[in-house]
């Protein structure tokens, strides 16, 4: 198994305060990520990390940033929780896999084993 | 709208029985993963599959990739109770943006 932790692995919060999410890794790999997990929705993507200090947006970045000062660390920040923030969050790492032209094949993700965050 | 549309979203069968799980878009993936999860876990990778019409097993697992790199499918033969969770398909577009978007997941529950 892909050494990642997250943590806290639970969290209960009140609307409007900061809440920060660690995810921790041990692979070197690249490429990390944070996604949301919601009844119905599957997994969406929040950001994603392509190297120390390089994100990008996901498909659901409103209200959230993130940064990566190392590259075993990426964090994810609620600069003021709200209620529809309340989700299960998963850290994720990959390698990519180059194909013909530097273009990425695939890349494989492992995931963390998520932190449970509510907002009240 | 999902990029990835998954059906049956819930499925609960008998042990032993055989099932399909349909991932389909209308957008063209570079590669197509499944995974699987378990309640209170992350998801874990089952397969990629990356040429159309590719097909692969994994044991009483077969993958399909569409000749059109567009959907796949996941065939389990004689299911056991372990196969119960949820089973997500996810694909890579080819932007160059090293991301995955997810399919809304099949819920599948096996009965002993």
């Known amino acids: 198994d892909a050494g990642i932790t997250q943590s806290p692995r639970h969290k209960v919060t009140e609307t409007g305060t900061p809440v920060t999410l660690r995810c921790h890794q041990t692979?070197?790999?690249?490429?990390m990520y944070w996604y949301r997990q919601d009844p119905g929705h599957g997994l969406r993507l929040i950001h994603y990390?392509?190297?120390?200090?390089?994100?990008d947006k996901g498909e659901v970045s409103d209200g959230y940033s993130v940064s990566r000062s190392k590259t075993e660390d990426f964090l994810l920040t609620l600069e003021s929780a709200t209620s529809s923030q309340t989700s299960v969050y998963f850290c994720?790492?990959?390698?990519?896999?180059?194909?013909?032209?530097?273009?990425?094949?695939?890349?494989?993700?492992?995931f963390g084993p998520g932190t449970r965050l509510t907002v009240l | 709208t999902q990029l990835l549309e998954q059906s049956p979203q819930f499925l609960s069968i008998q042990e032993g029985e055989n099932l399909t799980v349909y991932c389909n878009s209308s957008s063209v993936f570079s590669s197509l993963q499944w995974y699987r999860q378990e309640p209170g876990e992350g998801p874990v990778l089952l397969v990629t599959?990356?040429?159309?019409?590719e097909v692969k097993k994994l044991k009483r697992l077969t993958f399909q990739f569409g000749d059109a790199r567009k959907d796949s499918s996941l065939h389990i033969t004689a299911a056991q109770t372990g196969d119960t969770g949820l089973y997500l398909c996810?694909?890579?577009?080819?932007?160059?943006?090293?991301?995955?978007?997810f399919g809304s997941g099949t819920r599948l529950q096996v009965q002993p």
């Open positions: 599959v990356v040429t159309g019409g």
């Open positions: 994720a790492i990959s390698e990519s896999h180059p194909g013909l032209a530097g273009l990425s094949l695939y890349n494989e993700q492992f």
């Open positions: 996810a694909g890579a577009l080819n932007t160059g943006r090293r991301a995955l978007t």
């Open positions: 990390s392509y190297g120390v200090k390089d994100t």
């Open positions: 692979e070197n790999h690249r490429y």
